[in-house]
Structure formats: C-alpha cells, structure tokens
C-alpha cells in the first residue's frame, strides 16, 4: 500500500493549494480517507476525514469553512481544497487510511503517506 500526497508549496496568507493523495496497492473508495497535518513542535492533528460512502465528513474547527475534501474513486484519489490559507496552516500534511470519520483521530489508520509542506507566509 502506498499513498503518495502532492500539491504542497509556499503561499501567502488568503491563498490556495490543493493537495492530492494518489493510491496505489488498495481500492481507495474502500476506506475512509482522511488528512492529519503537523506542525513543527506540536502534535499530529486531524485536519479532515471522508467516509467510504462519501457521505460523512469531518473537519477540524480550525478549518471548518475554509477547506474541503473530496474523492475521484476512478482515479483512486483524494484531494484537500485549501482555501483563505493562515500562517498557522503551516505543516506536513499527510494523508492517511482508514480515518475516523467521526472524530478526526488517527486510532484506526493503518497506513499513511510520506507528508507534502505546506508554509503559509504572513
């Protein structure tokens, strides 16, 4: 299983990216799929998480309104639309199967990818 995350670069605060997280060696729409990030000096957090039906979410408060996740199961990808970025989305992001729908937590996911930088200048 390998899940390999892009899109991540520099921008200025109200800026945009969009990562991506490929899969290879597992069906995504299989799982819920989901992004952590980590910042430096803190612990890893929950960013957003998307049911295998596609029809539940989470968001963290922190990034409520401001981005979304979505899937292109015939692509075996899933993405994370960052908009109105802030210096404190600055992080590692990471996508990650299976994640916790309900609660944003890491408890059960079994496999992650190698993280892409996102650095949101002020």
């Known amino acids: 299983v390998q899940l390999q995350a892009s899109g991540g670069g520099l921008v200025q605060t109200g800026g945009s990216l969009r990562l991506s997280c490929r899969a290879s060696?597992?069906?995504?729409?299989?799982?819920?799929v989901g992004w952590f990030r980590q910042a430096p000096g803190k612990e890893r957090e929950g960013v957003s998480c998307l049911s295998s039906g596609n029809t539940r979410t989470y968001y963290a408060d922190s990034v409520k309104g401001r981005f979304t996740i979505s899937r292109d199961n015939g692509e075996n990808m899933a993405f994370l639309q960052m908009n109105n970025l802030k210096p404190e989305d600055t992080a590692i992001y990471y996508c990650?199967?299976?994640?916790?729908?309900?609660?944003?937590?890491?408890?059960?996911?079994?496999?992650w990818g190698q993280g892409t930088l996102v650095t949101v200048s002020s």
């Open positions: 990650a199967i299976p994640c916790d729908h309900v609660r944003g937590t890491s408890y059960y996911t079994d496999h």
């Open positions: 060696g597992v069906s995504l729409p299989s799982f819920a």
